[in-house]
Nanobody
Framework: QVQLVESGGESAQTGGSLRLSCVAS????????MAWYRQAPGNQRELVAQ???????NYADSVKGRFTISRENAKNTVYLQMNSLKPEDTAVYYC???????????????WGQGTRVTVSS
């Protein structure tokens, strides 16, 4: 019913920038919160940034001041602008969204397939 399609993951150099996109498609009523997670080999998947439907944002301490999450509701899209990249940002980044199928049902969380970001030192 709902699919999250990500793009923008690629290789970059230390200090460079990348912009990740995630588009939600399918049949649904609305999207509540959206978030980006990441997972490096041997580590737990961790929250990078989240944004509520009203625009309130929250960031992991490790990316504050460098990453910016935003959304375009008309396009059902969430972005992650990543600046001043560091090698420790290397990970698979996952889109995560709370989607309501209808006005009268609670939202359900969906994962994207993940997009790989590699930052060379």
């Amino acid at each position: 019913q709902v699919q999250l399609v990500e793009s923008g993951g690629e290789s970059a150099q230390t200090g460079g920038s990348l912009r990740l996109s995630c588009v939600a498609s399918g049949t649904f009523f609305s999207i509540n919160a959206m978030a980006w997670y990441r997972q490096a080999p041997g580590n737990q998947r961790e929250l990078v940034a989240q944004i509520m439907s009203g625009g309130t944002t929250n960031y992991a301490d490790s990316v504050k001041g460098r990453f910016t999450i935003s959304r375009e509701n008309a396009k059902n899209t969430v972005y992650l602008q990543m600046n001043s990249l560091k090698p420790e940002d290397t990970a698979v980044y996952y889109c995560y969204a709370d989607v309501k199928s209808s006005r009268y049902t609670p939202g359900s969380w969906y994962w994207g397939q993940g997009t790989r970001v590699t930052v060379s030192s």
